[in-house]
């Protein structure tokens, strides 16, 4: 038997998943916003947007959500070395998408020491940098209940969701140059059940529902650290990126950097922004093209290319050589 | 060709826009042509759930097994493990380990056949369970009817056996413990302990 | 626990001392979170480190590693100076006001009777002053001052907030605001909850820091109550299981014990148990001793266990000593005096102190059993690992036998949790290649030793061939028979004590509970606290409603807990002594007019009246005890020990080295260290990431924690000249480890008696087996010295120094 798509996105993580053929409502006939021009539905499905809150002052830093993220999506992080911090891996890889960032942190105010734990990943933007960025047609969708997906097959592995993410969040894979992230476990939610790690989560610390109940959620939290001696506590849903749906309550959200670096005020990297209008698909195209030059170049630091990519990538070259104005965008000669 | 810059500035200056082309003409083909946004299949269906409860700290967390028959061996396999939302302590969460469970089951250093390392040998060498077990029932024996105490010095029956000692696990059954209970204490062994003491 | 992990939600306080809920008990941890987040409760964490459960705190003060009783003793003065105490409870559910012999004293760090020839107390002053009417004196106003209570008031006068600064090297007003929190949970509409592990027990005087902090909860009338309790988070997962069927030298299951040579007999072994009330209409639960210990002998032995024979009762092993534990087992083997090892589970070789010595003893056995479903470093311990597993294997002459088992996934069964809960589990896979499932392999060892025995005939077989062994496969008993088994049966019918002519029980059936074993032969029951676990209405381990009616968090009908499927232990204590509940927010048990009623099992009869039965049934005196009396052998009341190894001497006594009375073996006593050569404190503890030497074969958790690190100060690293990231070289007078540094401003300089103490923290989880990277224990490290009471090994202060080390571990 199978059961019912659901119609809906869930409102929660604490539910066991099915085990019965489950239709998922999150493809092609959710997709609102494609990279590079690439297919969006006509009328999309229309789901209520999804968040994943992460409450700071709740995580023990166990790590349960990287655990629980490799377990599900079967990546495999490497054994790394102990380098003096808690860390490990000891950033993000295509291999773990999600990371606890432990901070130690003298209060100036109180004089207590504190010890500030994030865990890091993708933030789900409303206005994804990384999709802007893409050069590479339905690489990066977001569905309409918020979730921003990177469809690997058509992911050229340029870095440029990198370069234009405002968190440095996604990590091109050496193996098959292609480029991961979080999903907000996508094939989860799609049927029903809320992300592995907010499933997973020993202290409910990660929550996931509704954007609007976990907004909620936040609020009734902020008030109870409040109570605690946290003026500043707040909930970080940071409006430069058009609001998140991953979202975090910070004990000190007047000081977000104190959190390894949690960005002040993320925005779009300014260039990317601006090719919002006529000029972007004109820029799309010089992009992807020049995308396609550095992965023959080996240009970027995170991918080692192999010969056998390095001829594929000529093929496309070549092809692209065709093209009037092509090469000399592709290669830079301006620099 | 070989050019050095920075990602930045190789953005920037793409982002300039001095080429003309169309995305087609890139190769990447028409924009319809790229793959449909799609997620990934659902991993678990059609598996078999089995209830079971963390082996690790006392919380004992509920969970959920989930197995497929293996190609290989014809046996069940464990393919995933979650946390048992209807459990009461847990609520379907999972620590770090209780999360990465699944490949504590299939970890690669699990033991599949008995092995014996002769004295001064620098390896193991498999060995056969019947030729194991008679080989442990025969030491036992002969250590027992060798050292057991029967009497004290003071002529008292005390009926223990001290040149042999089990240590019992910490993470077995009860049923298991109730059994390796009547098994030790019927031999008289009171070298006899557990992990609670350490 | 005497409550549960999903009570906790009731608490006002957490008080996280002598454990690390958060990284080694994460989902537990998560009803402190509700907690706070839904009843606004407040988190104290005391820890030498500030750890990831400090990380989520209200408030954190810092203490010197085997200072515990100081800082609890202190607590107990401020409670007592400051008027935070719980008075009716007190006076009516503690001992405080029964009058101690005159004899009985306290000076110099020694209570009276010390024997310093014999490490040992005479104990005898240690007790009550017993009535002409056979019953303990008391004075209820309190005022005697060879009460209970004023003796207390005297011992912990010495323990002021400028001792526990110079001693714990806590600053004064970290302790002064730990207790006016604390303090607050003395109204009866407070609650605080305790919630300790190894932290407290790994030290040579362990058991007593626990006794402080029941004490002080005892004080404020937190026990028996919701959201309170001394909740002992267990570390693996059926401990608790494998404690209570009793699975250790001198126990029988359901802490019953082991007889000692001094009990020869069946009647002398009684006449110690009697258990007679110490005061007027007391319980006195453990007066049906003779039931269980029978019913029990029944289980063993059957038909050949008879009223005659005292029940087979020369079947069992006579101590000499108050128990074979690890430590001795293994100071005999180095000794040559054991010659075979089973390890069932358990990987001694990493979980022992003083490795070194331990392998020494391994390398003395002629054979060595290991049973495990994975690798360990036990069963390779004659494997040269260069510096990880320095031994030549040719000089190694034990034979190992290495026999692969099932995991949990395997089998099927129920695993006793930290709250006492029976949790059946059904297995999901099979075991992998030739493993087999535990009861199998048991079963087939004793099946070939009977046949040994049947065949050749030896010494003293009657326990052998006699042992019970109905099961309908011989090779393979089932989880259920055995399960059965313990829950006891019926041998011939039982007839109704208050009706003679109706039968409760019929031959063969299965008992309802503990109360129908019977001391006459006429049933059998393995471990009567578990009685009621597989009764006639089938296996109620395996129960699953998870309903809970009002949310108190009990979950009465969520599988079974001992005893009596109850929830919360002492609960009666939940209510005045009238029987009304002292908060009604928080209702537990009370007395409805007729009954006790509410919502768990009342833990009294349930007809016994408010005011005449006290609610600590188990107790001779139906009350708890402030005064332990002499139950345990290094005091009635916690004195201020150092541990063994330490920066500095007893405030005291500077002539007392450790707990005064705690055993150790004089091939240890030139392994100790002192200050001058180890200036440093060290402690050991789990982390998060890893659960002891099992997770370092799991690829994920050696990703999430790969590498043997030591977290020590920014200020000891500027000192020694240690880096970030870099190698160091941790040496005690036992052994040596080399490991990765990790610098923190968690852990910070303590002043203990005016000089700084650094600490050095060393994580347990690696090995030279598994997916991680090789590493060490600290085991290398520890000294080989248990606490006084239960010898549980002093793994969590002891000395060590530190230098930067050059190079990479070969192996």
């Not at chain 3, 009535?131 to 912990?156: I, K, M």
């Not at chain 3, 050949?304 to 079947?315: F, L, Q």
């Not at chain 3, 063994?644 to 007893?650: G, L, Q």
């Not at chain 3, 920014?714 to 000249?721: D, R, S, T």
Request: glycine share 8%.
């Amino acid at each position: 038997m199978t059961i019912a798509p659901n119609v809906d996105s869930p409102r929660t993580a604490t539910a066991n998943p099915p085990v019965q053929p489950a239709q998922g409502n999150l493809g092609q006939a959710a997709v609102v916003r494609s990279s590079a021009g690439g297919p969006v539905a006509e009328n999309p499905t229309a789901l209520t947007p999804v968040a994943k809150l992460i409450d700071v002052s709740k995580c023990i830093g166990c790590k349960a959500c990287q655990s629980a993220c490799v377990e599900w999506n079967d990546t495999h992080p490497g054994v790394e070395e102990n380098v003096g911090v808690y860390e490990n891996p000891h950033d993000l890889t295509p291999d773990m998408f999600t990371l606890m960032r432990f901070a130690e942190y003298d209060n100036p105010e109180t004089g207590d020491f504190e010890w500030l734990i994030r865990k890091d990943g993708c933030m789900h933007c409303a206005d994804p940098g990384c999709l802007t960025a893409c050069p590479a047609p339905g690489a990066i969708v977001q569905y309409s209940n918020g979730i921003v997906d990177f469809i690997h097959e058509n992911c050229i592995g340029c870095g440029y969701c990198v370069s234009g993410c405002p968190f440095d969040i996604p990590r091109i894979s050496q193996v098959d140059h292609r480029s991961y992230k979080c999903t907000l476990c996508s094939d989860r939610v799609a049927v029903g059940q809320g992300p592995a790690c907010a499933k997973a989560c020993p202290t409910h610390a990660i929550t996931f529902g509704t954007k609007d109940d976990m907004t909620a959620l936040a609020a009734e939290r902020v008030e109870d650290l409040k109570s605690r001696g946290y003026d500043n506590a707040g909930l970080y849903d940071p409006q430069g990126v058009g609001g998140t749906h991953v979202m975090y309550v910070l004990h000190h959200a007047d000081k977000p950097g104190i959190y390894n670096d949690l960005p002040e005020d993320p925005q779009i990297a300014g260039v990317v922004e601006n090719w919002k209008g006529p000029t972007k698909t004109v820029g799309l195209a010089a992009i992807g093209l020049a995308a396609l030059g550095s992965v023959a170049m080996g240009l970027f630091s995170r991918v080692a290319v192999e010969p056998e990519d390095e001829r594929h990538a000529e093929d496309l070259v070549d092809r692209a050589a065709a093209i009037p104005g092509g090469e000399g965008s592709g290669e830079g000669k301006d620099a | 060709m070989n050019i050095d810059l920075s990602r930045r500035g190789f953005l920037k200056l793409a982002g300039a826009g001095v080429a003309a082309t169309s995305l087609g003409a890139l190769g990447f083909g028409e924009a319809e042509a790229a793959e449909l946004a799609h997620v990934r299949g659902f991993k678990l269906t059609a598996t078999t759930e089995a209830r079971n409860t963390c082996p690790y700290c006392s919380v004992a967390c509920g969970i959920i097994m989930y197995s497929r028959i293996d190609d290989e061996t014809g046996k069940k396999r464990i393919v995933h493990i979650e946390g048992d939302a209807d459990h009461p302590t847990n609520r379907g969460t999972l620590c770090p380990k209780g999360a990465a469970l699944k490949d504590f089951v299939n970890a690669p250093t699990r033991l599949t056949q008995p092995r014996i390392r002769k004295p001064g040998a620098d390896a193991f060498e498999p060995i056969g369970w019947n030729e194991a077990l008679d080989k442990i029932a025969r030491a036992l024996k002969d250590d027992r009817d060798a050292n057991f105490m029967s009497l004290n010095e003071a002529g008292v029956p005390v009926n223990r056996w001290t040149t042999t000692g089990f240590l019992a696990a910490s993470a077995t059954t009860n049923e298991t413990a109730w059994l390796t209970y009547k098994v030790v204490r019927s031999m008289g062994v009171v070298a006899f302990d557990n992990q609670a003491r350490v | 626990m005497t409550n549960s992990w999903t009570d906790i939600k009731n608490t006002d306080l957490v008080v996280v001392m002598g454990g690390n809920a958060a990284e080694a008990h994460p989902c537990g941890f998560k009803w402190v979170t509700e907690a706070k987040h839904h009843r606004g409760a407040k988190l104290i964490v005391v820890d030498p480190r500030f750890t990831r459960t400090a990380s989520v705190s209200d408030y954190y003060a810092p203490i010197r590693p085997g200072t515990d009783i100081v800082f609890l003793m202190a607590l107990i003065r401020h409670m007592i100076e400051n008027d935070k105490v719980q008075w009716d409870y007190v006076r009516n559910y503690t001992n405080a006001a029964y009058i101690v012999r005159d004899d009985f004293g306290w000076s110099d760090g020694l209570f009276s009777g010390y024997d310093e020839e014999k490490r040992d107390y005479d104990k005898k002053s240690w007790d009550y002053v017993i009535g002409d009417d056979g019953f303990a004196v008391t004075d209820p106003t309190l005022e005697n001052p060879r009460c209970v209570w004023q003796l207390l008031r005297a011992h912990v006068d010495a323990y002021t907030p400028e001792l526990v600064e110079r001693v714990c090297g806590t600053p004064a007003d970290r302790f002064l605001k730990v207790a006016e929190m604390i303090g607050e949970c003395s109204s009866p509409t407070k609650t605080m909850t305790s919630m300790y592990a190894l932290g407290w027990t790994q030290h040579s005087k362990g058991a007593q820091n626990i006794r402080g902090m029941a004490m002080l909860q005892l004080i404020l009338g937190n026990i028996g109550v919701r959201g309170g309790g001394m909740n002992a988070l267990r570390g693996h997962s059926n401990i608790q299981g494998l404690t209570d069927i009793g699975l250790m030298s001198n126990l029988i299951p359901g802490y019953l014990n082991i007889p000692t040579e001094q009990e020869p007999d069946w009647a002398t072994y009684m006449k110690s148990r009697a258990f007679k009330p110490l005061r007027p209409g007391q319980t006195s639960y453990w007066q049906n001793y003779p039931k269980f210990m029978v019913s029990f002998m029944k289980s063993m032995w059957g038909d050949a266990a008879t009223v005659e024979n005292d029940w087979a009762y020369h079947y069992l092993p006579k101590l000499d000593v108050p128990a074979y534990d690890v430590l001795r087992i293994f100071e005999m083997m180095d000794q040559g005096r054991c010659n075979i090892y089973f390890c069932q589970g358990f990987n001694g070789l990493l979980a022992f102190p003083d490795r070194g010595k331990v392998t020494r003893a391994l390398s003395k056995l002629k054979l060595l059993v290991t049973i495990d479903p994975l690798e360990t470093e036990t069963s390779r311990f004659w494997e040269n690992h260069g510096e990880h597993n320095d031994v030549d294997p040719a000089a190694i002459q034990t034979e190992v036998l290495q026999l692969p088992s099932s995991c949990f996934a395997e089998d099927e069964g129920a695993l006793v949790n930290s709250g006492r809960w029976l949790q059946w589990h059904w297995p999901g896979a099979e075991p992998p290649g030739e493993a087999k499932l535990d009861t199998w392999i048991m079963a087939q060892v004793f099946l070939r030793v009977r046949d040994l025995y049947l065949k050749e005939g030896g010494v003293f077989p009657d326990p052998i061939v006699n042992l019970t062994w109905d099961y309908a496969d011989a090779n393979e008993p089932t989880p259920e028979e055995l399960a059965k088994e313990m829950n006891g049966r019926a041998l011939s019918d039982l007839s109704d004590p208050a009706d003679p002519s109706k039968t409760l029980v019929k031959a063969g059936q299965q008992v309802l509970n503990f109360s129908q074993l019977r001391d006459d032969g006429s049933t059998a029951c393995g471990c009567w606290i578990y009685s009621g676990s597989w009764n006639e209405n089938g296996n109620n381990m395996a129960r699953r409603d998870n309903s809970d009616p009002d949310s108190t968090g009990a979950f009465a009908n969520w599988t079974w807990s001992w005893p009596l499927n109850r929830r919360i232990l002492y609960n009666r204590a939940s209510s005045d002594l009238d029987g009304n509940p002292w908060d009604d927010s928080r209702r537990l048990v009370w007395w409805d007019g007729a009954k006790w009623t509410g919502y768990d099992v009342p833990d009294i009869a349930p007809t016994a009246k408010p005011g005449e039965v006290g609610p600590f049934i188990m107790n001779q005196e139906g009350v708890s005890r402030l005064f332990s009396r002499g139950l345990m052998r290094d005091g009635p009341f916690p004195t201020h020990m150092e541990p063994f190894e330490s920066p500095m001497a007893n405030v005291f006594n500077p002539a007392m080295r450790g707990n005064p009375v705690a055993r150790v073996f004089e091939s240890d006593v030139a392994r100790l260290g002192d200050s001058a050569e180890f200036p440093f404190v060290a402690t050991s503890y789990r982390l998060t990431e890893h659960f002891h030497y099992w997770t370092k074969h799991n690829a994920v958790n050696a990703a999430l924690q790969p590498e043997f690190f030591v977290e020590i100060s920014e200020q000891l690293a500027a000192e020694k000249g240690i880096a970030k990231g870099g190698r160091v070289r941790v040496w005690s007078k036992r052994g040596e480890v080399w490991a990765k540094a990790l610098v923190t401003k968690r852990i910070k300089p303590l002043i203990c008696d005016g000089k700084p103490v650094h600490v050095v923290g060393i994580p347990l989880h690696w090995g030279f087996v598994g997916a991680a990277r090789k590493g060490w224990g600290p085991n290398s490290l520890t000294p080989f010295i248990g606490d006084a009471n239960v010898e549980t090994p002093e793994f969590k202060a002891f000395l060590v120094n530190i230098e930067p080390a050059a190079g990479e571990a070969v192996s």
